[in-house]
């Protein structure tokens, strides 16, 4: 009852885009995850990072293949080392389990048009766009209040996981980009959907917020994506309802 009184009096304030903490990921990727939606968010993340916001991109067994990109983009040397560091790990931790990395690309992703893990991690780090890394978070840990700017988060690729990891570091809204369709939601946080395609987005139409097909089919920049996603996270954090939200589309939390 304390905590229902205390909810109860909770009152809507307005807040700056600052106080955003976005987390991007992309499951279920196809060949046009890196060409259309997975640019139109990398193009987001500069704008939410620019308004001095937060944005979180992970999974590590995507960007592991493309690591150089990365540790050229750190915004100081010991970052590139906890960028290293983190991706060390991981390959230690399948290493130790006997788990072969080959696994990636998916057979999903090549159902999809992707062709090897390289062109894989490529098309999942344009979504963090061009800032700098600002800091690296290891898994579990939850970001501390001086941590804004573009922020590697290293959780698993796994997209529930990548979710549930971004959600504990204090994640406040989810951007997934998908070309295959992927069903997904979070119970604790709206998912902003984007579809790679316009077939997809057509077949899915009551699941998918935004269709960055579009962009392919030459109705709208990259730039003018990444404005109009930008646009919606505002919107979404004022209260209008995704489809996931709709739907009460979530894992268990």
């Not at 919606?232 to 309802?241: D, I, P, Q, Y």
Request: charged share 20%; with cysteine.
């Amino acid at each position: 009852k304390p905590h229902l009184e205390r909810l109860n009096a909770r009152r809507r304030q307005t807040v700056p885009a600052s106080a955003l903490v976005v987390g991007v990921q992309c499951g279920g990727s196809d060949a046009f995850s890196g060409v259309t939606a997975n640019p139109a968010v990398g193009y987001m993340a500069d704008l939410v990072v620019r308004a001095g916001g937060t944005v979180m991109f992970s999974e590590n067994t995507e960007v592991r293949d493309a690591v150089e990109q990365l540790t050229s983009r750190a915004a100081t040397p010991a970052v590139a080392e906890d960028i290293v560091r983190e991706l060390g790990w991981y390959d230690q931790y399948l290493e130790r389990g006997r788990v072969d990395r080959t696994a990636n690309t998916t057979p999903g992703n090549k159902a999809g048009g992707l062709s090897n893990i390289a062109e894989k991690a490529m098309g999942s780090i344009i979504k963090s766009g061009s800032a700098a890394i600002a800091s690296v978070l290891p898994p579990g840990e939850k970001l501390k209040a001086d941590q804004k700017g573009l922020v590697f988060a290293a959780t698993p690729a796994s997209d529930f996981i990548c979710g549930t990891l971004q959600l504990a570091a204090g994640m406040n809204l989810h951007v997934f980009t998908t070309g295959r369709g992927t069903p997904y939601g979070l119970q604790a946080c709206p998912v902003i959907k984007v579809a790679t395609r316009t077939d997809l987005a057509r077949r899915w139409h009551d699941l998918m917020d935004m269709n960055a097909g579009r962009i392919a089919d030459g109705e709208i920049t990259i730039e003018e994506g990444g404005w109009e996603l930008f646009r919606m996270l505002l919107k979404v954090a004022s209260g209008h309802k995704t489809w996931a939200e709709h739907w009460k589309l979530h894992n268990a939390l």
